[in-house]
């Protein structure tokens, strides 16, 4: 059963940065993605960011809204997936999860095991 925990959410002020982590475990070989997630409030969730775990690898993708100011990375050695988020944004405030897919990264609808999530806040 694949596990996913989140953590390092919480306040900051706009231009700020935050780094929140996912934790994953109980992976069979077929999963290969590991992605972010956020949902604002009234909003639907969208995809943040996605990095390879396993070949094939390729870059990792990120969506209009993080690129240039988020960057995706992992410790194999930590089962670890981290969001660095710079410059952040009031607009930027949501719950971040984490998720898996056994397909292609950039594949946002076919995530399919879900963390709790981890919540964002920024404030103007």
């Known amino acids: 059963q694949v596990q996913l925990v989140e953590s390092g959410g919480g306040s900051v002020q706009a231009g700020g940065s935050l780094r929140v982590s996912c934790v994953h475990s109980?992976?069979?070989?077929?999963?290969?993605?590991v992605g972010w997630f956020r949902q604002a409030p009234g909003k639907e969730r969208e995809g943040v960011a996605a990095?390879?775990?396993?070949?094939?690898?390729?870059?990792?993708v990120y969506a209009d809204s993080a690129k240039g100011r988020f960057t995706i990375s992992q410790d194999n050695a930590k089962n670890t997936v981290y969001l660095e988020m710079n410059s952040l944004k009031p607009e930027d405030t949501a719950m971040y999860y984490c998720?898996?897919?056994?397909?292609?990264?950039?594949?946002?609808?076919?995530?399919?095991?879900w963390g709790q999530g981890t919540q964002v806040t920024v404030s103007s």
């Open positions: 109980g992976y069979t070989y077929s999963r290969r993605c």
């Open positions: 990095i390879y775990l396993r070949y094939p690898f390729g870059s990792p």
């Open positions: 998720a898996t897919t056994p397909s292609s990264c950039g594949e946002w609808s076919s995530y399919n095991a």
